[in-house]
């Protein structure tokens, strides 16, 4: 009895696997490997903002020439490794894109929906 509650606890402590990815980030990640313009500006509401390092994208339009240029050409190599930190609404991402470990920050509307999200190298 020890052991399994043990167990529950360690299983408890650790961080919700890419399997578990609430429906805004399970979008993001099924349409950039797509390489799929069309379905990757589904996942975001209208007036959504996009940070990319330090610059910010704010609106489709902009998100669409930002992510033309720099996310779906190279689609296939993002992978969710883990969620690090999540909330309502809020979730924060470890992945792999091309050859460097990364930290998506996603936050989604009721509609789950991207309403902002900010991509940063790992420290």
Not at 19 to 37: E, G, H, Q, V
Not at 68 to 92: C, M, N, P, Q
Request: hydrophobic share 40%; aromatic share 12%; net charge neutral.
């Amino acid at each position: 009895m020890l052991k399994r509650s043990l167990l529950a606890l360690v299983l408890l402590a650790q961080p919700l696997q890419a399997a578990d990815l609430p429906t805004a980030i399970a979008c993001y990640r099924d349409s950039t490997n797509a390489k799929n313009i069309d379905a990757y500006m589904a996942c975001f509401t209208e007036d959504a903002e996009m940070i990319d390092v330090s610059h910010t994208f704010t609106g489709r339009d902009a998100i669409r020439a930002w992510a033309l240029r720099e996310v779906i050409s190279h689609g296939d190599t993002f992978r969710h490794r883990r969620i690090l930190e999540t909330s309502e609404g809020y979730a924060k991402t470890e992945v792999n894109w091309l050859s460097w470990v990364v930290h998506y920050s996603y936050w989604w509307n009721k509609s789950g929906r991207i309403t902002r999200m900010s991509l940063q190298y790992a420290e």
